[in-house]
């Protein structure tokens, strides 16, 4: 049997004709389905569901705009020398000596939309207790006001909430209301759902909660703007914002880098950074920044063509990845949006609901935006100032002794002989945080530790102490329990207890 597509039964004249008239199709269509939405809505709501449908409007056109593959592979070319510097550089440049009046420039924006439900908790990701009692929020709020109170500064904290995030964070946040601090929180868009098959929303009314959902980082420039927060900060004499993602605790401000910023004579103000590190195999699918015609531009997994995903995971051809700390300039962020010119990549990320309905949720990434900025760069950092809490496994590395916890940040033990961190795999039993939790007494000395893998059923007693490579093992039926005192050194346990040197 032979399969007929459209371009089979359409003249190849007509074709980008009738391509044209169906996306016109699709846009009208969408049109009146969101305006019936938004008739759903409340007098309360119906403003800012309008302010959301437009951006969505937006995106969709884009959508449909787009034909073949996001990236052309032979049109990037190798970046300039001076389009990422060392940070060592800045470290070394003269920069201005007041401290505060940099400081008093800068606003901290933390992404907070997202939920802890990877790790098995309810709630904004922000509020799961990472280290000594204190949550991601805790610590970013101890981090800023310690650098305000330390150099007589006034950094405001912002959070970028989604509709997921919003309520509970906003209850968290009576705890600091009698602290100095200055909190702003703004909310993410709130997109419709697509059905993958018809292109039109799933959403039957406003309240069916998982017809929904928050459009990616990339939000952040037209959200800012909507809630009026842009405006307020630009008033407020703020001329840059660092945005990290709250789950990051490397990433604290960084004077060196904020100093090179405000040193800048105006006509050669970098208007974007984009904090980079050198890649790793566990880093392969991080994106990075590429040269391709003739700007910057953050290159994801997802935009790369399957001939050449092989070639984009090379430590080699591409060494640095994305860390998402960024320094953006408020005002290049305002005239961008006041001329429409802020150009990212559509991203089309499928999901499957429950009752196997497939649809698609088009989202964008803040880094994108790189490629129109001015002056745009990237700065290789450390390592140390990339530092997510993604899993159980993350997790029990900023709870052990490698790290110090000092005023929100933490830092590498002195007493670690080697800089890089441990590579630790815990299996499915320590998945959710409660479980992960259960399974230690003590969270083990992990200071002289290279590797550790531990599979199945494992608990861990109290003082337990993990040096060069441990592999521990429990197989279906079996369990082990690591005594208290224990001291494993380049051991495999394996599901009888016994312990081999390998």
């Known amino acids: 049997m032979t399969t007929l597509t459209v371009a089979d039964l359409v003249p190849g004249g007509a074709m980008s004709e009738f391509q044209e008239k169906l996306r016109q199709q699709h846009e009208e269509s969408m049109c009146r389905e969101l305006d019936e ?165 799933i959403a039957k009314s406003l309240e069916s909660a998982e017809a929904w959902y928050p459009p990616g980082h990339g939000d952040i420039y037209a959200s800012l703007a909507n809630s009026g927060l842009l405006r307020r900060l630009l008033d407020d004499g703020k001329e840059y914002i660092f945005v990290s993602n709250i789950d990051n605790l490397g990433a604290s401000v960084d004077l060196h880098i904020l100093r090179h910023l405000i040193g800048q004579p105006a006509d050669r103000r970098c208007e974007f950074v984009m904090e980079v590190t050198d890649k790793t195999r566990a880093d392969v699918k991080g994106g990075t920044l590429i040269q391709y015609e003739d700007h910057l531009r953050l290159l994801e997994i997802a935009q790369v063509p399957k001939a050449h995903v092989d070639e984009f995971k090379s430590v080699t051809k591409f060494k640095i990845f994305n860390t998402n700390n960024l320094w953006i300039s408020l005002s290049a962020i305002k005239r961008l949006l006041d001329a429409n010119a802020m150009d990212m990549e559509v991203i089309v990320n499928p999901k499957t609901l429950e009752g196997g309905l497939n649809v698609i949720q088009l989202e964008t990434a803040v880094g994108a935006a790189v490629k129109s900025f001015r002056n745009a760069m990237g700065v290789n950092v450390p390592r140390s100032r990339f530092l997510p809490v993604k ?19 933490l830092t590498m033990s002195e007493k670690r002989e080697f800089p890089t961190t441990p590579h630790v795999k ?77």
């Open 37 to 201: 939405l938004v008739a759903t809505a409340g007098d309360a709501h119906a403003q800012s569901c309008k302010k959301d449908f437009e951006g969505f409007k937006r995106l969709f056109h884009r959508f449909l705009q787009v034909k073949g593959p996001a990236v052309d592979w032979a049109k990037i070319s190798r970046l300039p020398e001076e389009a990422v510097v060392s940070y060592e550089e800045m470290v070394t440049a003269e920069s201005p000596a007041d401290v505060a009046a940099c400081l008093n420039k800068l606003a901290v924006v933390k992404l907070n939309g997202g939920l802890g439900t990877s790790m098995g908790c309810k709630g904004p990701k922000s509020l799961i207790s990472v280290r000594n009692e204190n949550t991601f929020l805790d610590l970013t709020v101890k981090q800023i006001e310690h650098l305000n109170k330390t150099y007589d500064a006034d950094v405001p904290l912002v959070l970028m909430n989604s509709f997921n995030t919003d309520q509970e964070t906003k209850k968290i946040l009576q705890k600091y209301k009698h602290h100095r601090l200055k909190i702003h929180t703004f909310n993410q868009s709130r997109y419709p759902r697509i059905n993958k098959e018809s292109l039109l929303p």
């Open 391 to 409: 899993t159980s496994s993350d997790l029990l590395l900023v709870m052990s002794n490698l790290y110090s916890l000092d005023a929100g940040s």
């Open 426 to 502: 815990l299996g499915s039993c320590f998945t959710k945080v409660q479980d992960f939790l259960s399974r230690f007494d003590s969270i083990p000395d992990m200071l002289e530790l290279d590797h550790l893998t531990v599979s199945g059923d494992v608990t861990f007693g109290k003082n337990v102490s993990l040096k060069g490579t441990v592999i521990i093992i429990a197989n279906h039926g079996d369990r082990i329990d690591i005594p208290a005192g224990a001291m494993l050194e380049n051991k495999i346990v394996s599901g009888n207890l016994r312990i081999l040197d390998h």
